[in-house]
């Protein structure tokens, strides 16, 4: 898949997660095979102002490149300012946000908002694609409500403005996360452009991977929460489309080693004690459906430092190699 210039090797995306995909973790997914990594949202308007808080959110390291900056807001002109705020920091791309659901966003008009007035979508496409000399790309829902799916409309209106690709989440906003994705929907804005489709949502698996692309004949897929504690799903998914063959789920070690490679590249981004707090929701999800799990959520909830983490996994493996032997 080519997104403008940009080649991008393989087919399997990291969504953007706000508070979830920062460096580390987009680090860990790229190791494992993502072939395309975005920001968590950042606010047009906190770039504008050159908030510091707004501003860390563009930090990347040069080795998760692919990567898309992805910006959200509703005015055309702060748009189109902070891709040029973005674009100083030499990202791949820049992703606009159509596809946030949350009241926070939306009662700002920004995010899924925008589904509901086409002719502002337009004005910001164009003033965001004239800003800036890198591929611009959108991620978008199906509409507001059932009533109003503009998906196809708005990406038709997307490659006509100059954007490089469309990723579509196939869900209304009113839908926020419940009910299924509609996987025709982006059959449908496949059928419409001629720009790369990224299909985005309820991809818990490889095989669903597999789905996903033979039932929309999408360029890419994306994948989200089924990320979470399994980055290694990127690997799992890029294996499965080239051989057919399911890998098994990594063994306890494997599992852990992942966890601690995340924790420790996490200590180098934001310091021990900020790295360890963002941690333990993540290590949560690495130990999620493991024996033990309400003793490990409470030893998790209290972790401070990296010794903490290391004891944490070696006295887990120590105890079930201890009970797989007696
Ligand atoms: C916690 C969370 C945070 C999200 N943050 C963003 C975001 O910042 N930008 C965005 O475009 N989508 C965001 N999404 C939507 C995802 O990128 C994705 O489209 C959606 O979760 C469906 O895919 P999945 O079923 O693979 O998770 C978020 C979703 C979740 C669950």
């Not at 979508?121 to 591929?135: C, G, S, T």
């Not at 924790?263 to 360890?276: C, D, M, P």
């Amino acid at each position: 898949m080519k997104i403008g210039n940009v080649q991008i090797q393989g087919k399997v995306v990291l969504a953007p997660l706000a508070g979830i995909t920062d460096t580390s973790f987009r680090l860990l997914c790229r190791f494992f095979g993502a072939a395309l990594v975005f920001t968590e949202m950042i606010s047009a308007d906190g770039l504008v102002r050159g908030n510091t808080n707004t501003l860390r959110y563009l930090f990347f390291q040069q080795s998760e490149r692919p990567l898309g900056i992805q910006i959200f807001g509703s005015d055309p002109e702060i748009l189109a300012k902070g891709a040029v705020s973005a674009a100083q920091q030499k990202p791949d791309m820049i992703d606009i946000n159509l596809a946030c659901p949350v009241r926070k966003v939306v009662k700002r008009n920004a995010g899924a908002a925008l589904l509901r007035d086409l002719k502002l979508v337009e004005k910001i496409f164009r003033a965001v694609v004239q800003a800036v000399q890198i591929p611009v790309t959108i991620k978008i829902r199906s509409g507001w409500s059932r009533e109003s799916i503009v998906a196809v409309d708005v990406a038709t209106m997307a490659q006509e403005c100059g954007i490089s690709a469309v990723t579509v989440h196939p869900r209304t906003q009113q839908m926020q996360f419940s009910g299924k994705a509609d996987w025709d929907l982006i059959a449908q804005v496949k059928e419409a452009v001629a720009i790369p489709v990224i299909g985005s949502g309820d991809i818990t698996s490889p095989l669903d991977a597999a789905n996903m692309f033979n039932q929309t004949g999408c360029d890419a897929v994306m994948i989200g929460r089924a990320s979470l504690g399994q980055p290694w799903i990127f690997h799992h998914t890029n294996h499965f489309l080239k051989t057919n063959e399911l890998l098994p789920q990594p063994s306890l070690h494997e599992r852990f080693e992942a966890a601690l490679k995340h924790t420790h590249s996490a200590l180098q981004e934001k310091g021990e004690l900020l790295g360890i707090r963002a941690m333990r929701k993540h290590l949560l999800w690495y130990t999620k459906g493991l024996r033990e799990s309400a003793q490990l959520r409470k030893n998790i909830s209290i972790l401070e430092t990296i010794v903490d983490v290391e004891n944490l996994f070696q006295e887990y493996m120590q105890k079930a190699h201890a009970e797989v032997v007696a």
